[in-house]
């Protein structure tokens, strides 16, 4: 039986934090085993904060080295950048003229980004339109997103819906959403567990990444909230105890394992033991992770390779769907 197809994308600014591998990468990597996976880094995505030209094709290949060391395969899955499958732009254009202008202002990444930028282009108006184009143009089965992606997952099948029955065909597969699992996308701030770990977060405090060496994980994980329950209490509890649940969550990601066997072992045990056996194990998985990094990162050779090879394996099934809508609205001539 013909896999399934799963689709997802990682946007190329800036240092990734444990966050990205957890909530991301480390579920790209699973589901590979059961679905056809196709991953994009969305360069054209990125351009809606100004990007220096230096910094962003350093971040394409930092990111395409970090989905590599994190085990996205790419004889087994696609993995490519955005921009160099025409596609997704062509697709970005008709699809503009199926969405309501009304449904776009209503999302509430665009309301806060137009809040927090000076910089308010028509890209970031733009954003899940062209997001819909990538999940369109490959008869997506499901997209693993994190919470944040909802709204806008709910929007490409609004676009889908649309734009089948206003044809009667079933030019796109409706696509659905595939939250993370094991908490995945809960991976909170070390210092105020209750926001969500960024990488744009000025306390870098609050975030692990994935270049952090040894000594700062140690301080940040020393620094991290947890509460003053007493005696300890070693139990996962995202309301009570948001801190304890966040190193819980980070910690069964890394080690795989399960929260519940963790609190078995760390039952009667204080806060101390747990984070010492957060910090080393933090350690021990981040020097691997960026040892399998380096590997990549300074093999430009082999990942230009991937990257063309990528493209085109994208572009062949891209350019079906693309056909398929030219000959349904009329442009087949
Ligand atoms: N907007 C997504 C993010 O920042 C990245 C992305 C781009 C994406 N295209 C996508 C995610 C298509 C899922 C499907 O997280």
Same mark, same amino acid.
């Given at each position: 039986?013909?896999?399934?197809?799963?689709?997802?994308?990682?946007?190329?600014?800036?240092?990734? &934090?444990?966050?990205?591998?957890?909530?991301?990468?480390?579920?790209?990597?699973?589901?590979?085993?059961?679905?056809?996976?196709?991953?994009?880094?969305?360069?054209?995505?990125?351009?809606?904060?100004?990007?220096?030209?230096?910094?962003?094709?350093?971040?394409?290949?930092?990111?395409?080295? /970090?989905?590599?060391?994190?085990?996205? *395969?790419?004889?087994?899955?696609?993995?490519?950048?955005?921009?160099?499958?025409?596609?997704?732009?062509?697709?970005?254009?008709?699809?503009?003229?199926?969405?309501?202008?009304?449904?776009?202002?209503?999302?509430?990444?665009?309301?806060?980004?137009?809040?927090?930028?000076?910089?308010?282009?028509?890209?970031?108006? *733009?954003?899940?339109?062209?997001?819909?184009?990538?999940?369109?143009?490959?008869?997506? !089965?499901?997209?693993?997103?994190?919470?944040?992606?909802?709204?806008?997952?709910?929007?490409?099948?609004?676009?889908?819906?649309?734009?089948?029955?206003? !044809?009667?065909?079933?030019?796109?597969?409706?696509? $659905?959403?595939?939250?993370?699992?094991? !908490?995945?996308?809960?991976?909170?701030?070390?210092?105020?567990? %209750?926001?969500?770990?960024? $990488?744009?977060? *000025?306390?870098?405090?609050?975030?692990?990444?994935?270049?952090?060496?040894?000594?700062? %994980?140690? $301080?940040?994980?020393?620094?991290?909230? &947890?509460?003053?329950?007493?005696?300890?209490?070693? $139990?996962?509890?995202?309301?009570?105890?948001?801190?304890?649940?966040?190193?819980?969550?980070?910690?069964?990601? /890394?080690?795989?394992?399960?929260?519940?066997?963790?609190?078995?072992?760390?039952?009667?045990?204080?806060?101390?033991?747990?984070?010492?056996?957060?910090? *080393?194990?933090?350690?021990?998985?981040?020097?691997?992770?960026?040892?399998?990094?380096?590997? !990549?990162?300074?093999?430009? %050779?082999?990942?230009?390779?991937?990257?063309?090879?990528?493209?085109?394996?994208?572009?062949?099934?891209?350019?079906?769907?693309?056909?398929?809508?030219?000959? &349904?609205?009329?442009?087949?001539?």
């Amino acid at each position: 039986m013909k896999k399934k197809i799963i689709f997802s994308g990682i946007q190329p600014t800036g240092l990734l &934090t444990i966050g990205n591998y957890i909530g991301a990468l480390s579920q790209w990597k699973k589901l590979q085993k059961k679905y056809f996976c196709i991953y994009c880094i969305a360069d054209l995505h990125a351009l809606t904060i100004f990007q220096k030209k230096n910094m962003l094709s350093n971040n394409i290949l930092d990111v395409l080295s /970090i989905c590599l060391a994190s085990g996205i *395969n790419p004889k087994k899955s696609i993995i490519f950048i955005q921009s160099h499958v025409p596609q997704h732009t062509q697709l970005n254009w008709i699809l503009n003229c199926f969405t309501n202008f009304g449904a776009i202002r209503r999302m509430t990444q665009f309301k806060e980004k137009i809040y927090l930028n000076k910089n308010i282009n028509v890209g970031l108006f *733009n954003y899940p339109i062209l997001m819909a184009a990538d999940i369109l143009l490959y008869q997506t !089965y499901k997209i693993p997103v994190g919470k944040d992606q909802i709204q806008h997952i709910e929007l490409v099948r609004d676009i889908a819906n649309r734009f089948n029955n206003i !044809y009667g065909k079933k030019i796109f597969t409706i696509p $659905k959403k595939k939250l993370h699992e094991n !908490y995945g996308s809960c991976i909170m701030s070390l210092l105020s567990p %209750i926001k969500k770990m960024s $990488k744009s977060d *000025n306390n870098k405090n609050n975030i692990i990444t994935l270049f952090d060496n040894d000594l700062t %994980i140690r $301080k940040k994980i020393q620094y991290a909230i &947890t509460d003053s329950d007493n005696p300890p209490n070693i $139990k996962f509890d995202l309301k009570n105890k948001p801190g304890i649940s966040n190193l819980l969550i980070i910690l069964s990601n /890394i080690t795989e394992i399960s929260i519940q066997k963790l609190e078995c072992n760390f039952n009667n045990k204080n806060y101390y033991d747990l984070k010492e056996f957060v910090i *080393n194990n933090l350690c021990l998985f981040l020097n691997k992770l960026r040892k399998k990094f380096f590997f !990549y990162r300074q093999n430009e %050779i082999l990942l230009k390779s991937i990257i063309i090879d990528g493209a085109q394996k994208a572009e062949k099934y891209a350019k079906i769907t693309l056909e398929k809508v030219y000959n &349904t609205i009329g442009l087949d001539i």
